[in-house]
């Protein structure tokens, strides 16, 4: 068979493959679509909510108030959150929450000396482990949408133009008979060439299906940005809200101090 052919039988190859993968993309949206539909009579926990629709950690802001909301923790204007008395590590509050996501900051809180922002308890290991039980078993309640953030079929198309560049590269050193090698030496720099071919055709072809093949949506990840604010959040005052927002995204000194000396040496600071 000519190389001519061979080369258009794997492009058509491949072309059914993306035929069969936009297929099962068109299937899976309808489907994910049905059940979308269905989504308005599902209890959603608030905290579950509000981190599906932006990030985890914003469940931490919402337990936050609901601490504060509680009178178990204030928060001062810097967005410092503090307890109802300062604590030693090993002292447990005297009052705790019914739902594990505030019980959990309440402790992270506890071993910070009774006093930190949002931004210094997020990476407290025990309260990031609380906090992806909490995520894990909610989203074992609804099953469809548990693996959301998976998408197999872009993953397969990605992967798909790996092996046609391959071959595209085999055919053009190897099965041309002007170009054919011959010897170890020969071989060893044929296949070298081989894989700097395939990498200029991969890495063109990759970026080409990851920018233009389209993503799965996340229906229920949209569904949750469009419920209500979460009570404890909704229930704060405005200055409340924006003293949790500062604590969220609280910048020490020595950071206010870095970037102001970055800023004075950046070009053009006078």
């Known amino acids: 068979m000519a190389q001519l052919t061979v080369a ?3 492009l058509a190859a491949t072309f059914v493959v993306y035929g069969l993968l936009g297929i099962a993309w068109w299937s899976r949206g309808r489907a994910d ?5 269905r989504l308005g009579s599902l209890e959603i926990d608030p905290y579950h909510a509000i981190a599906t629709a932006g990030w985890p950690e914003d469940a931490d802001r919402a337990a936050a ?6 009178g178990m923790v204030e928060v001062d204007a810097e967005g410092f959150l503090t307890t109802g008395r300062r604590v030693r590590p090993a002292e447990p509050p005297a009052y705790r929450p019914e739902h594990p996501v505030p019980n959990a900051l309440l402790d992270a809180l506890t071993r910070h000396g009774g006093r930190s922002t949002l931004r210094g ?14 995520l894990r078993t909610e989203d074992a309640k609804v099953p469809r949408w548990s693996d959301r953030r998976e998408d197999g079929l872009h993953s397969a198309a990605t992967l798909t133009a790996l092996p ?3 071959f595209y590269a085999v055919q053009i050193v190897f099965l041309r008979k002007e170009s054919a090698p011959h010897g170890i030496v020969d071989t060893l720099l044929a296949l070298l060439l081989v894989v700097i071919l395939w990498l ?23 569904h949750c940005a469009r419920l209500p604010r979460h009570p404890a959040l909704a229930a704060l005052a405005e200055h409340q809200n924006a003293a949790l927002a500062r604590s969220a995204s ?18 053009g600071a006078f």
Do not use: S
């Not at 679509?33 to 539909?37: C, I, P």
């Open 164 to 166: 046609l560049a391959l």
């Open 250 to 267: 609280y910048r020490e000194p020595w950071e206010v101090e870095r970037d102001r000396w970055v800023d004075v040496d950046a070009p």
């Open 8 to 10: 258009g039988v794997a």
């Open 200 to 222: 200029m055709i991969a890495v063109p072809v990759g970026w080409f299906v990851l920018r233009f093949w389209p993503g799965r949506r996340d229906p229920f990840r949209e």
């Open 121 to 134: 308890l997020v990476d407290d290991p025990p309260l990031r482990a609380a906090r992806e039980v909490f």
């Open 65 to 70: 108030a609901e601490l504060i909301r509680g």
């Open 33 to 37: 679509r049905k059940a979308a539909a």
